[in-house]
């Protein structure tokens, strides 16, 4: 038997023991989605096209002159990590030519940029969540969220269609760079986990229907940032390790809240005197992981309100973020 049959072979069986590809998945639900079953499924399958390449870049970043600063910023001040750059690059491509994208919000562009097409979904993406931690290979991560355009397509697009509620998403997820890279999404139906083999190229469904345990004893909150806290956050984290919880932080939104959703435990980026209006964007982080944490068993304010429900006013808005195991948010929204 020569090399590339014995290959072959193996990679079918690595197929065949592993499971439910992220396509066969995708095809086998696709009647769940409420309407357009078609695209929004097209939608998904472009999205998890350029996280494959983004996960080869990333793990790649050590070894060719992607790593460092851009010497850059966003629109939010951000340092713009190269990395940043080319993940941005790579999903608007991606999404332009799956051509079911009208319009895209991204945490590296000031306006979203209208794609000029018939598309009938409108993706805000955060392309790579965390990047400061790219040099030093803490795990990162992709954020997005679905919404479907409210005006008649082939019109101009409006605000409308741009500034929607989280409430109005049709499907979020996230990608984790992490010791094995993952998507996980939700169409409102649960939430799904996926894994990359790389030797595949293929995402296997490795987390069906997850579940966020309502209570938990992990808290994740920076709080290096004490002294701009208010004494409600103080007085919280206080009650947390008089509980002996675990304090883990690693300064990655999607790593924190994942692991958080798979062991229970709240996440909280509250305001402070430097972020009077929070530091988290509403549209292209909050929202995508409240979806998912709801569809989970979960919980995700800003404190005093159900993020979903808020009203956006502007692309960048930022928020305060208490977002994981329904118990532990109810709690820490007690400290008023
Ligand atoms: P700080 C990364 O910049 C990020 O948006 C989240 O991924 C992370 O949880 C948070 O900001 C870290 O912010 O102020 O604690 O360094």
């Not at 790389?198 to 997850?210: C, K, Q």
């Not at 701009?228 to 984290?237: H, L, P």
């Not at 209006?277 to 979960?298: S, T, V």
Request: glycine fraction near 8%.
């Amino acid at each position: 038997m020569n090399k590339t049959n014995a290959t072959s072979i193996e990679s079918s069986r690595i197929a065949q023991s592993i499971g439910l590809t992220l396509d066969r998945f995708i095809k086998n639900n696709q009647d769940q989605f409420q309407y357009a079953s078609g695209e929004l499924s097209q939608l998904l399958r472009d999205i998890a096209l350029a996280s494959k390449v983004v996960n080869r870049e990333v793990n790649k970043a050590g070894l060719i002159d992607i790593m460092g600063a851009m010497g850059t910023q966003n629109m939010a001040g951000d340092n713009q990590q190269k990395l940043d750059v080319l993940a941005n690059i790579r999903f608007t491509r991606a999404l332009a030519k799956g051509g079911e994208v009208c319009a895209l919000v991204s945490e590296e562009a000031e306006s979203f940029v209208d794609l000029n097409n018939e598309g009938k979904y409108v993706i805000a993406i955060d392309p790579l969540d965390g990047s400061s931690n790219i040099d030093v290979n803490v795990s990162i991560g992709t954020i997005f969220s679905i919404y479907r355009r409210k005006t008649q397509t082939g019109t101009p697009l409006q605000s409308i269609d741009i500034l929607q509620k989280g409430s109005e998403q049709v499907a979020a997820g996230y990608v984790l760079y992490g010791s094995s890279t993952m998507m996980v999404y939700t169409t409102g139906h649960g939430v799904n986990g996926f894994t990359y083999e790389p030797s595949l190229g293929e995402y296997f469904l490795s987390h069906p229907d997850l579940k966020m345990p309502e209570d938990g004893k992990i808290y994740s909150i920076n709080e290096g940032s004490s002294n701009s806290f208010s004494n409600a956050i103080r007085d919280y984290i206080q009650y947390c390790k008089d509980q002996n919880y675990t304090a883990r932080y690693i300064g990655s939104l999607v790593a924190d809240f994942h692991r958080n959703m798979l062991k229970g435990g709240i996440y909280i980026y509250p305001i402070t005197s430097k972020d009077p209006h929070g530091k988290l964007r509403l549209m292209y982080e909050c929202n995508a992981l409240a979806f998912i944490a709801e569809q989970a068993g979960g919980k995700a304010s800003n404190g005093h309100n159900r993020i979903l429900d808020i009203e956006l006013k502007e692309l960048h808005q930022r928020t305060a973020f208490y977002v994981g195991s329904k118990n532990m948010v109810t709690k820490a929204e007690t400290f008023k």
